[in-house]
């Protein structure tokens, strides 16, 4: 079992930069794959960004949604059993709940899909105004 706690989220201005983390526990987190997901208000929740398993250092393969390639970043911090997603540039529409979310796996996989993913947190918001 594993427990996701993402923090970070507020509210901002269009062009600002946010950094969401997503702590980790319960099991040895350098085993997982991990994802960010957001949800907006009457949208289904969509794939962001993932990080394969890896050591966590600059062998980690990333993954991106096409609406945010350039602009954000995720990353993961193996001694910390922390993942973040770093937002540059946000636009209002990317206002949404944000959510990480974490699968085990022997591999050098990432995962864009929801039911690859077996853990989820609680979700952390984000609001950019225009």
């Known amino acids: 079992q594993v427990q996701l706690v993402e923090s970070g989220g507020g509210l901002v201005q269009a062009g600002d930069s946010l950094r969401l983390s997503c702590a980790a526990s319960?099991?040895?987190?350098?085993?997982?794959?991990m994802g960010w997901f957001r949800q907006a208000p009457g949208k289904e929740r969509e794939f962001v960004a993932a990080i394969t398993r890896s050591g966590g250092g600059p062998d980690s393969v990333t993954y991106y949604a096409d609406s945010v390639k350039d602009r954000f970043t995720i990353s993961r911090d193996n001694a910390k059993n922390t993942v973040y997603l770093q937002m540059n540039s946000l636009k209002p529409e990317d206002t949404a709940v944000f959510y990480c979310?974490?699968?085990?796996?022997?591999?050098?996989?990432?995962?864009?899909?929801?039911?690859?993913?077996?853990?989820w947190g609680q979700g952390t918001q984000v609001t950019v105004s225009s």
């Open positions: 979310a974490a699968r085990e796996t022997t591999g050098s996989y990432y995962y864009t899909r929801e039911i690859n993913y077996d853990y």
């Open positions: 319960g099991r040895t987190f350098s085993n997982y794959a």
